[in-house]
């Protein structure tokens, strides 16, 4: 892969056992790739299926992006495409005040563009009502060139008093 081509630089004499410094060459790359997630409960009832049904009950989710190099948050608009039982929407990360959002079901994709390539720890609290009863903490690396990091990010149950 050919990142620059320098123009021609003539007068150059080499001679044996010699360094000859060239001018200096600039160039940019893109520092931005994209997301695309997907959260699984691992149940066969889906993440929002009633928990009666084998499914992970989750009545809202939090999301949080924090880059690893210093700890700052990113605070990202992701969407959140349609599944088939939930409808498109979308989530605005807020790391000092998380805002419960929606379920969101394992066949929907969680999706940002424009993300600083860099290493990055997700963390993901997952509530059946009040209770915090599925978490993730991954760390996750976003590619340059706009390429995408595409994962499934699995919940953890936390066996929470109260949580099934």
């Not at 790359?29 to 889906?46: D, I």
């Amino acid at each position: 892969m050919t990142l620059a081509t320098s123009p021609t630089q003539h007068g150059i004499v080499i001679e044996s056992n010699q360094n000859v410094r060239l001018a200096s060459l600039a160039f940019a790359v893109e520092a931005t790739g994209a997301l695309a997630l997907n959260l699984s409960t691992g149940r066969a009832g889906g993440n929002c299926g009633a928990v009666a049904m084998s499914g992970g009950g989750i009545t809202a989710t939090q999301i949080t992006l924090f880059r690893n190099s210093d700890m700052t948050c990113n605070p990202l608009v992701l969407a959140i495409s349609a599944g088939a039982t939930k409808p498109m929407s979308s989530y605005t990360i807020n790391c000092a005040m998380p805002l419960n959002g929606p379920c969101i079901e394992n066949d929907q994709s969680i999706t940002a563009t424009g993300v600083a390539a860099d290493s990055y720890t997700i963390h993901i609290t997952a509530k059946q009502g009040p209770l915090v009863c599925w978490t993730n903490n991954d760390s996750i690396v976003v590619p340059p060139l706009g390429a995408t990091l595409t994962r499934q990010l699995n919940l953890g149950f936390t066996a929470t008093t109260g949580c099934m």
